[in-house]
């Protein structure tokens, strides 16, 4: 779970700058035809459907509305509402999948679990200060986002055990190209000419993303995820870090605080899954 953080902090920030030269609809469509290309020729390479027998079972289908929503929400989000708000919100996700887990897949967690995600979460605030503006109307939109990758991690969980992590990645990167073929219509973007920087720049947000992706699946479906989830706190800490070292921001004594805080909890959390059993 760390690793895939990690890769997908780092496949923010290609994206990012994906989106300096064209629209962010755009962006998505090229970002999920890539994806989609690599999961492709990995499914051909091990000799296997490219799409599982069966695609349209009620996990798959799930998995695909709850990837669609939030995929679309949390963009609509981003466009909506500040940065730092739209995070904050969906720094939620961990405390709603361990939920989850504990409504659909009847998983146990201990006063110690929940100790050890409430206090990565007050880690994550700690950095990202939200400010009056998270509760503008406008922030649902980060609330569905939270929802729909809350339901698709969950969903992964349920997902065939037949199905490849290559399959899943398939679809996965298959609704991200519908999502951003959606978002065009929704914020009314037109296509632009890529320039070679933001194509290269897609490619590279590709790359990481296909890393995070099938690091995600694996944590997911063999994890126990009330002791997986809380490390998805660990991705602010890599955006940290790669905001220092790509764009040269210094974190303040309070943002230190909270990386403390995060590190605190995702070694708390190991040591409360191994006493809760």
Do not use: C
């Amino acid at each position: 779970m760390a690793a895939a953080m990690g890769a997908f902090s780092v496949e923010d920030a290609f994206f990012k700058r994906a989106t300096q030269d064209i629209p962010t609809s755009q962006a998505l469509m090229m970002f999920g035809a890539m994806g989609l290309a690599v999961f492709v020729l990995l499914s051909l390479r091990r000799k296997e459907p490219i799409w599982h027998p069966q695609l349209f079972s009620t996990a798959l289908i799930l998995r695909s509305v709850s990837e669609l929503v939030g995929r679309l929400s949390f963009a609509l989000a981003l466009a909506l509402t500040p940065l730092t708000s739209a995070s904050a919100i969906l720094q939620a996700a961990p405390l709603v999948v361990v939920i989850g887990a504990v409504v659909f897949f009847g998983e146990r967690v201990g006063w110690r679990r929940w100790l050890a995600i409430g206090l990565g979460l007050v880690g994550v605030l700690m950095i990202i200060r939200p400010t009056p503006a998270l509760f503008e109307p406008n922030s649902i939109f980060a609330v569905l986002a939270t929802l729909g990758f809350a339901g698709r991690d969950l969903a992964t969980r349920a997902s065939p055990a037949t199905m490849s992590t290559e399959q899943l990645g398939s679809l996965g990167f298959a609704i991200l190209v519908i999502a951003g073929v959606l978002l065009s219509f929704v914020l009314g973007e037109s296509l632009a000419t890529p320039t070679l920087l933001s194509v290269g720049a897609t490619a590279g947000a590709t790359v990481a993303g296909v890393l995070a992706y099938s690091a995600l699946t694996l944590a997911m479906r063999t994890g126990e995820i009330s002791i997986v989830t809380p490390f998805r706190y660990t991705r602010q800490l890599f955006a940290i870090i790669l905001g220092f070292a790509v764009f040269g921001e210094w974190p303040d004594l309070l943002t230190w605080a909270g990386i403390g805080v995060i590190i605190l909890s995702g070694l708390y959390t190991a040591r409360a899954g191994r006493q809760d059993r």
